[in-house]
């Protein structure tokens, strides 16, 4: 299954619902403490249970509707690409349209709501049968529906829920009274149902921004630590190390009270006092035993003893290998990769060379990638298409949307990077310049503005003109060799270009 989209309500400064679309690769772009990284950690909370990387608690309710009286936080994720069949009872393959447990678009979307903050009860959006006959089936044990089936007097396999569930749908066909709506399967008789449908979901892995990567951090000293610490969590490789366990213990057992047989021909009293003190399995230190494992670079130099760019690099690839790991573990299942501003203390060329190999990567079946980055050249080097821009709509309410046409009429990176990050760039510029010139605009344009000097070039002389500021910065960036003129600051060149955007957006 792969993200469509995510939708956040009520949680932290999304104070009402927002749909954010999401497709293989993903950048959330906007200014500082508007909400990007909220989006990431929402998904970490909602894959892994606050058991991850973020914790949910009472202070993530909006503050303003929390003093309204709106305490539930809501995070939800739709999802495409649906599994071909699914288990959801016995051993019996069944589809999750079967089960009614799709939307009207075929989508399959769960809603986790957290009531102040704590304990997620979760729903299934699904345009399921209302009517009262037929609209509780999932909720319904073998020999229930096994009644149902004989009372109908139904030929089909009284085994299989499913199979029941689906001759009794079947039944009531032409009036089902299908609607949309939310399934609580975080209650009794569908608890069952939840942790099924929980193998078929992503794995979601979250590297954030903030992360420690100092001598301390046990994954800066080497990520094979680490990684084999996650290995011997496996549960195929603890059934191993707990059966060799048990035979070192059997043997330990046999050499002790061979031991204090021996004893006891000679001191009974001694023997008596004594007994074997052998640790359980569950409290064996396996990992001590690969304490010794490394990598290390050229000269053998440790992974902590780099710069911090070098470490934070090897640490997001150690990540990313993990994930992968866990991937190939889960046949079919997709990974999401979210990371935080992949810039951080990366070199410009580290900054493209990491953004092309996250491209590269959210290309591969079953993997999709995310990442929030304040970096304007990682921007010029996406396509519109990856781009959520996280704003304010004209209410005043926080979202998040694709990029489209603002001033220009057409999709800007440069007015994105505006847009999100403030950045004012003599690109942009000339790009409303030309917008206006190609319009047949500049003389309304000039028209009523300031004028200042310029000191052109004219055959080896300098002759002295009058012109608006726009002008004046069109005419420096285009000729730089002509140095006789004091040079723009930036706050000029964002004042040019405010002047521009204002005068375009009011044009009729």
Not at 108 to 137: M, Q, R, T, W
Not at 202 to 225: T, V, W, Y
Request: hydrophobic share 35%; aromatic share 8%; proline share 4%.
């Amino acid at each position: 299954m792969r993200i469509k989209s995510i939708i956040l309500n009520n949680f932290r400064g999304y104070d009402s619902e927002t749909i954010i679309p999401i497709s293989d690769f993903v950048a959330i772009v906007g200014k500082n403490d508007i909400g990007k990284s909220t989006i990431l950690e929402a998904l970490d909370i909602f894959f892994n249970d606050s058991k991850g990387v973020v914790s949910i608690d009472k202070h993530d309710v909006n503050k303003r509707n929390h003093a309204n009286g709106q305490k539930d936080i809501v995070i939800g994720v739709e999802f495409e690409d649906l599994p071909s069949e699914v288990i959801l009872d016995e051993a019996y393959k069944t589809t999750l349209t079967d089960e009614y447990l799709t939307t009207t678009a075929g989508t399959f979307c769960v809603i986790k709501k957290y009531p102040d903050g704590g304990k997620a009860k979760v729903y299934i959006l699904a345009n399921h049968p209302s009517a009262v006959e037929c609209c509780d089936l999932l909720s319904k044990k073998l020999k229930d529906l096994k009644s149902i089936v004989e009372r109908l007097d139904l030929e089909c396999d009284k085994t299989k829920n499913a199979v029941m569930r689906k001759a009794i749908w079947n039944y009531y066909s032409d009036s089902l009274n299908l609607s949309q709506r939310e399934i609580e399967v975080s209650i009794d008789g569908l608890k069952d149902l939840w942790p099924k449908i929980c193998n078929f979901m992503p794995i979601f892995c979250l590297f954030q921004s903030d992360r420690s990567n100092n001598d301390k951090d046990k994954e800066a000293q080497d990520p094979l630590r680490e990684a084999v610490k996650l290995i011997l969590s496996d549960g195929t490789i603890q059934e191993h190390l707990n059966a060799v366990a048990e035979t070192v213990t059997r043997q330990l057992q046999s050499v002790t009270n061979s031991t204090l047989d021996k004893l006891r021909e000679m001191n009974a009293e001694i023997a008596s006092a004594l007994s074997p003190q052998i640790p359980h399995t569950k409290d064996l230190k396996w990992a001590d035993v690969f304490k010794a494992v490394s990598i290390t670079s050229d000269d053998n130099i440790p992974i902590n003893k780099h710069g911090s760019g070098v470490k934070r690099l090897i640490l997001l690839n150690f990540f990313r290998a993990e994930a992968e790991r866990q991937r190939n573990a889960h046949d079919n299942v997709n990974v999401i990769y979210a990371i935080e501003e992949p810039e951080t203390s990366q070199h410009l060329a580290h900054q493209l060379m990491l953004v092309e190999a996250l491209k590269s990567l959210s290309s591969k079946p079953y993997i999709q990638v995310l990442i929030t980055t304040h970096s304007a050249h990682i921007v010029k080097h996406l396509n519109f298409d990856d781009l959520r821009l996280v704003c304010f709509d004209e209410r005043g309410h926080k979202c998040v949307r694709k990029v489209t046409p603002n001033q220009l009429p057409y999709p800007s990176l440069n007015e994105i990077n505006l847009l999100a990050f403030e950045e004012v760039s003599e690109e942009y510029h000339n790009e409303l310049y030309g917008y206006i010139e190609h319009e047949n605009w500049l003389a309304d344009y000039r028209n009523g503005k300031p004028l200042r000097p310029y000191n052109k070039l004219r055959n080896g002389t300098v002759v002295v003109q009058q012109i608006c500021l726009t002008d004046y910065i069109r005419h420096q960036i285009h000729h730089p060799e002509n140095t006789s003129n004091a040079h723009y600051t930036e706050s000029e060149l964002r004042q040019s270009v405010d002047l521009m955007r204002t005068y375009i957006d009011n044009h009729p």
